[in-house]
């Protein structure tokens, strides 16, 4: 995996079909993976969903990555789905195409499902646009940084139909009036709505971005591998409980994290005011 020498975005670039759907680079222990097509708006296909699953996939395993970035190149973050795969075929049945269909769906949803569960914590770095299954990927990564340029929104209505399966973390991320509002109108949402709502969790000027979500990933690269990865897993277990089988399965894991290793250690560098020698992300 090859490391970058400097905190930058790659710079835009012609693109072909022989060109990588994804860019990635390592930071010392932050993986950066880059939508690369930013001439098409870096639209969620088949190829982008298989890309990002692999690479996921990958980066869960590797125990030099301690934190994942998502980002972009060109003015839109992604575009969502693309429109092109979900036409009708020539000479396809109706059966087919929704056959297929579901399947890019499925594998879009595995991809989502891969950044939640993923040990990692997952960081998106939004520049620009996202909309439909692109807002989706914002909503699905831990934390989202997002310049003031950029704007969200789930405009399926204004082609004749509705962001169901983006609104699925989409609506998990704000109050479900915010969610509706959204896809019942198709506006755009500004970046400073979106933090407001809680899409995002920060806003900053475009020039300020790399360097902040560096930072963000840095600091969070520096924590207890173990700890994240099971408390990441706990956190989005409980967060649909009902609210005493919430609190019942948060204590049980709580006990596990404070026998651990890795609390022992946190809490003597704690007393002996150093920092803390964390070890892997195994258990």
């Known amino acids: 995996m090859a490391q970058a020498s400097k905190t930058e975005l790659p710079q835009d670039q012609n693109e072909?079909?022989?060109?990588?759907?994804?860019?990635?680079?390592?930071?010392?222990?932050?993986?950066?993976?880059?939508?690369?097509?930013?001439?098409?708006?870096?639209?969620?296909?088949?190829?982008?969903?298989?890309?990002?699953?692999?690479?996921?996939?990958?980066?869960?395993?590797?125990?030099?990555?301690?934190?994942?970035?998502?980002?972009?190149?060109?003015?839109?973050?992604?575009?969502?789905?693309?429109?092109?795969?979900?036409?009708?075929?020539?000479?396809?049945?109706?059966?087919?195409?929704?056959?297929?269909?579901?399947?890019?769906?499925?594998?879009?949803?595995?991809?989502?499902?891969?950044?939640?569960?993923?040990?990692?914590?997952?960081?998106?770095?939004?520049?620009?646009?996202?909309?439909?299954?692109?807002?989706?990927?914002?909503?699905?990564?831990?934390?989202?940084?997002?310049?003031?340029?950029?704007?969200?929104?789930?405009?399926g209505v204004n082609i004749g139909t509705f962001c169901t399966t983006p609104l699925v973390g989409v609506g998990r991320s704000m109050h479900r009036k915010h969610a509706m509002e959204l896809a019942l109108t198709g506006d755009l949402l500004p970046a400073e709505d979106a933090l407001r709502i809680g899409l995002v969790n920060k806003v900053v000027p475009s020039a300020e971005l790399v360097d902040e979500v560096s930072a963000l990933a840095a600091k969070i690269a520096s924590k207890s591998a173990r700890a994240i990865r099971d408390g990441k897993e706990v956190f989005y277990r409980q967060i649909d409980m009902p609210l005493e089988q919430a609190f019942e399965f948060a204590t049980d894991a709580m006990v596990d994290q404070i026998m651990s290793g890795e609390s022992e250690e946190g809490c003597q560098a704690f007393l002996e005011k150093r920092t803390p020698q964390w070890g892997d992300a195994g258990p």
């Open 16 to 155: 072909c079909d022989s060109a990588p759907q994804l860019l990635s680079r390592r930071e010392g222990t932050v993986l950066w993976l880059t939508l690369n097509r930013p001439n098409q708006r870096n639209p969620l296909s088949s190829d982008m969903i298989a890309a990002l699953t692999d690479a996921l996939t990958q980066a869960a395993d590797d125990p030099l990555v301690r934190v994942i970035v998502l980002s972009a190149l060109g003015p839109v973050f992604s575009a969502g789905h693309d429109l092109r795969e979900m036409r009708a075929r020539e000479g396809e049945d109706q059966a087919a195409r929704a056959a297929r269909i579901r399947d890019i769906l499925n594998a879009c949803a595995h991809m989502m499902l891969s950044i939640v569960h993923s040990p990692k914590a997952v960081i998106a770095c939004v520049q620009g646009t996202a909309s439909a299954a692109g807002c989706q990927l914002v909503s699905a990564c831990d934390m989202a940084i997002t310049s003031e340029a950029a704007k969200f929104c789930t405009p």
